[in-house]
């Protein structure tokens, strides 16, 4: 039996910390005067009426005073982004510690029979991620053909906002963790959970073996019923799955906590955001959010060599069936599917339609909250924010895919399937936590399956780019912390409507108020761990890489709150639930 050993940790630091070091005693207006032939270090302030003057000689017909304003604009903006602090990149290690790379992602290149990457093909990986010469990615060895994702993103640099080097995320659990081992539990069970709608989550068998799991793993981080209150429900289990009486929420997962995230608002209400569930305008057209979904039981890459296929790099996304009924979002499946096909941006800017069509409130902090003879427009109103929440979308992305590539290297959920499968056959043995081995999840998932591999939504499995963080996690938090800074968070949702029982239309939502804040929250969080449902992410990648996409776009309105005319300030609510003022 082939085992793996663990090797030495070794910190992992941002490359660009050395010049950072050295440049990090000047002052901005220093930096920025190197524009000019003669060395920074040598430079003077800027002179900006001498500046002035040489304006007004060389273009006379213009405003000398509104030049110099906007050069001073951008030099302020390049200012702000130098005095960021210094950020040390970090990993969990696992790309050291194991010398077979079981820890790290390697999908599309060559694998040996258990899934192991061939060594001198990641080599060739490992060397273009440390040259960072564009010829070494073109000589990076592939498998069957599937061509890796945009892996010099990261390296990419932007002019607003934070640089994808000044932003990071902590380590991700290491393979070998507790912590980990819940993640996979919970993801055994989303995989199970699929077709259980998101309304009978509350009287379904799946989700009450599913609660009762994870309460009991090790180390699980997702949110949990805090109160007092007993279910005190006895519920008929399905065929193998032991019967369930409610034990007290009291600090255990539950059926309304299930699968979510722990932003303000996450908790409260429908497990699916209003923003994907409302019908909207878009101009004059109307668009209804029934959508092309998946047939329930249908999962794919749980045979041995399907998978093995897929880690080799093929793609039989075409293989991919459809329900020929048009649909409302009713189930982690058409989650899953969603995420699978959107444009990345997609659900804030419908999230910024219908709280235009709503006529919620701007945010009080802003100048044209109360005017009396201003509305937004060019500013502040519709083209603004809609253009802006779509311009973050980007930026967000080539700050995590410098995470994905040149940081963390976390391996997929499919492929620590394939180690767990590999393990419970006897194939190999690898250090896996217990939790996962002894679980009930991936005890379901055998006799459903005849393989412990993690059941995914998609023929291909995940997409060909490292698994931490999440892109569309990063894109969410980014997306969604504009349109909060722009939008009065407390403002109440208009008509909040939940799917039928097939999905076919939507019936009123009866429950207590629900906020533009907790709903714009919840959207991020549907969209990144509907990315959990599909088995493509892990539960950290999308809580750690809301965080970073917030990140970026609070740098992105720091900057661009230096170009306004008039005194703008705006108040939003984090994912961690402390407020800031820009």
Known sequence: MKKSKPSQEKPVASSRRAFLTKVSAATATTIAAGVASQPASAQSPIDLEALKKKVALEISDQDPNRIVKAYMCRVNAAGMALQRPIIEQRSNNDDDRYPNKIGSYT????????????????????????????????????????????????LAMDLEG??????????????????????????YWMSLARDVHFSDYANNPIIAAAAEEI???????????????????????????????????????????????STPGDLNGPWLSQFLTLDFSFGANYFSQKMKTLPAGVDYMTNYQDWLDVQNGADPSANIQYDPTPRYIRNLRDVAQWVHVDALYQAYLQACLIILEQGTRLDPGLPLYNSKAQAGFAQCGGPHILSLVTEVATRALKAVWYQKWFVHHRLRPEEFGGRVHNHMTRAAEYPIHSDVLNSRAVAETYRKYGTYLL????????????????????????????????????????NPKVPNADGTSLVPYLGPELTVGGELNKVASNVANGRNGAGVHWRTDAVNSLKLGEAVAIGILEEQKLTYNDDVQMTLTKFDGTKITI
């Open 107 to 154: 999908k599309a290149l060559p694998h040996n029979q258990l899934g192991e990457v061939d060594a001198t093909a990641y080599a060739t990986l490992a060397r273009a991620r440390t040259t960072q010469n564009p010829d070494d990615f073109e000589l990076i060895q592939l498998g069957l053909g599937r061509k890796l994702t945009s892996p010099q993103a990261g």
């Open 162 to 187: 934070p640089d994808s080097h000044h932003v990071t995320l902590p380590p991700a659990p290491r393979f070998d963790s507790a912590e980990e081992a819940g993640e996979m539990v919970e993801l």
């Open 215 to 261: 309460s009991r793993l090790t180390d699980f981080r997702g949110p949990r019923n805090n109160t007092r209150t007993s279910l005190n429900t006895q519920v008929e289990a399905a065929p193998t799955l032991s019967s369930f009486r409610g034990r007290r929420s009291n600090g255990a997962v539950t059926a309304q906590t299930i699968f979510r995230n």
């Open 455 to 494: 059941p995914a939504a998609f023929p291909e499995g995940s997409p060909t780019h490292t698994s931490y963080g999440s892109g569309h996690a990063t894109v969410a938090g980014a997306c969604s912390t504009i349109l909060k800074a722009f939008f009065d968070e407390s403002d109440i949702i208009k």
